[in-house]
């Protein structure tokens, strides 16, 4: 692949804005479209050019990105995608689930467009530093072919070659992840209540078998210091834990403690609404606790 190739990137949100950004920083010619005019005129004073459809997109590259919110806009916007005079593949970096990877898959197929089920995780520090991981589903030769533009966004996963193999690795780590938070406010919640140092505990569990990603980075980062702006919306993790819920399901596999933290975030949600931070899910325990997990940073 040319490093002057021209790609195009549908949802330049917080972490499309990174990934589109690094696009152009490599070398690439990127035509960007979103309904987020001022995320698309920051690439566009970058170097990116301006669509004005997610249709003007695939009519302009051959190879076309998107990292968007949610299933049913990923299968809008593929349908507009598959109309496009250009385009031959089509990279969905977004968290659908394996039944709308399938469908969309299956649209563009008709229009002789291959479909790469490749969602990311790693956040969108992880997105702007280029440390996502990238769980790519498609055919072999195939994901080789793109590995130059998918490593330019982060590392390459090589999942399957079935359409929804990468969403059900996606699922699989995104469960985990909002386990992680949910957990860990919780037991922060009944130490601090208990009368210990919240920076004294995170030290604790960051030195034993306790660790994770969020005592690791999410509470100090941005609860302990009351700040909770991790950057990414609790509406779209409470979207991954349901997918993962019903995923399971679909497949005879229990989710016991998945259940519980999927309701965790559905009321965290409906407190903070869809964009609140996912961090916040401690502040809706401290209300329950009575407590509040607060470090010396705090101001």
Known sequence: MSAKQELGFIGVGRMGIHMAGRLLEAGYGVTVFDLNETNVARLVQRGAKRAASPAEVASTAETVLASLPTPDIVKAVAAEVATGSKVKTFIDLSTTGPVAAKEVAAVLAAKGIAAVDAPVSGGPSGAEKGTVAVMVACPKDLAETLRPVVEVIGKMFWVGAEPGQGQAMKLVNNILSATAVAM????LAMGAKAGLDADTMIAVINSGSGRNTATEDKFPRCVLNRRFDFGFAIGLMHKDAKLAVQFA???GV??????????????????????????????????????EIKGKAAK
Request: charge should be negative; glycine fraction near 8%; charged fraction near 20%.
């Open 184 to 187: 860990t406010s919780e037991a």
């Open 249 to 251: 399901e679909s497949l």
């Open 254 to 291: 229990p989710m016991i403690v998945g259940n519980a933290v999927n309701q965790l975030l559905s009321i965290t949600e409906s407190i903070e609404g869809f964009n609140g931070d996912l961090t916040t899910t401690a502040r809706t325990v401290e209300k329950w606790a009575g407590v």
